[in-house]
Nanobody, 127 residues
Framework: QVQLVESGGGLVQVGDSPRLSCAASGLAFTQYAMGWFRQAPGMDREFVARIAWNGGNTYYADSVQGRFTISRDNYKNTVYLEMNNLKPEDSAVYYC????????????????????WGQGSQVTVSS
């Protein structure tokens, strides 16, 4: 059974630097590009970041560029999202996603290309 399980969310303060983790199981992890999306109440799902199977190419939304860092550990089958200098507008449910690398040429910001999704982890930034 394929699973993506997020952890590390919760209630944080403005300026905090938490790290989200996503543990993958049941898939050939190194054959997948991994990423993160987020969704705030009443809003569409929004692309946050993506990383290639070997940790090479990374992509970020303009809204998080320079503050968030995506990384992966292929030995642990885990992808991370380090979030720095959090703002209230970063509050959302954060979803871990995966797409086979053979499809990685498709638009990385399009949620429809990702066939695997985690259950989501709530991050609430309090001022």
């Amino acid at each position: 059974q394929v699973q993506l399980v997020e952890s590390g969310g919760g209630l944080v303060q403005v300026g905090d630097s938490p790290r989200l983790s996503c543990a993958a199981s049941g898939l050939a992890f190194t054959q997948y590009a991994m990423g993160w999306f987020r969704q705030a109440p009443g809003m569409d799902r929004e692309f946050v970041a993506r990383i290639a199977w070997n940790g090479g190419n990374t992509y970020y939304a303009d809204s998080v560029q320079g503050r968030f860092t995506i990384s992966r550990d292929n030995y642990k089958n885990t992808v991370y999202l380090e979030m720095n200098n959090l703002k209230p507008e970063d509050s959302a449910v954060y979803y871990c996603v995966a797409v086979p690398s053979i499809y990685s040429s498709r638009p990385y910001y399009d949620p429809k290309i990702y066939n695997l999704w985690g259950q989501g982890s709530q991050v609430t930034v309090s001022s």
